[in-house]
């Protein structure tokens, strides 16, 4: 994978820019988020490792303006910041995944190989759609078979986080991490009773179910 790192601190660069190029990846490092954007604009990469807290331009600023600009490019942000909030408003700029620091590097390799498996996006703004659902993501608006569903903060982070990668089995622990991060509590089943609240809002009124559970593994949004 051609791999963009946007990162300030200069040691966790050179690490992660050392471990990246072992396992066979060709780095591109960005120190601070103006040249992050210019470079993500300029260059086809497969995957961009997106710091929040950035010098110039933060993370949030470099991804909206990356998909203001219709580009894709799958974004991983790495970042301590770990509140629900946080990752909801990555989710709403168009982030694909998260990792929350401190991270074990094989954990790092293995995201950034399902990012390498994701479909390729088409360009269509701030707007997703899976079957007769779709996700305005500029205007926080979610609407099906012509129906607004009014969703909860959580309820719609799990949403997006399932239709950015429609058609891929995302494991409860995955979820579980993305919405809760460190404090998730891995005997709660906070994950399960949240899939339970929006497939009453998104599947139940309607003819057919786009939210699907594969048993021991975990769950899919697909038509």
Known sequence: ??????????????????????????????????????????????????????????????????RAAGRSTPVLFLTARDHVEDRVRGLDLGANDYLIKPFA????????????????AASGGGLLAVGDLEIDTLRHRVIRAGQSLHLTSKEYALLLLLARNQGRVLSRTLIAEALWGVLYDQQSNAVDALVRRLRAKLDTPFATALLHTIRGTGYVLDR
Do not use: C, S
């Not at 780095?27 to 997106?50: P, R, S, Y």
């Not at 590097?105 to 390729?120: G, I, M, S, V």
């Open 1 to 66: 994978m051609r791999v963009l790192l946007a990162e300030d601190e200069k040691k966790t660069t050179d690490y992660l820019t050392k471990g990246l190029r072992e396992d066979g990846h060709a780095v591109e490092a960005a120190q601070n988020g103006a040249d992050a954007l210019e470079l993500a604009l300029q260059h086809e990469f497969d995957a961009i490792i997106l710091d929040v807290m950035l010098p110039e331009l933060n993370g949030w600023e470099v991804l909206k303006r990356l």
């Open 105 to 120: 590097f094989a954990e790092l390799l293995a995201r950034l190989r399902n990012l390498a498996r994701l479909p390729k």
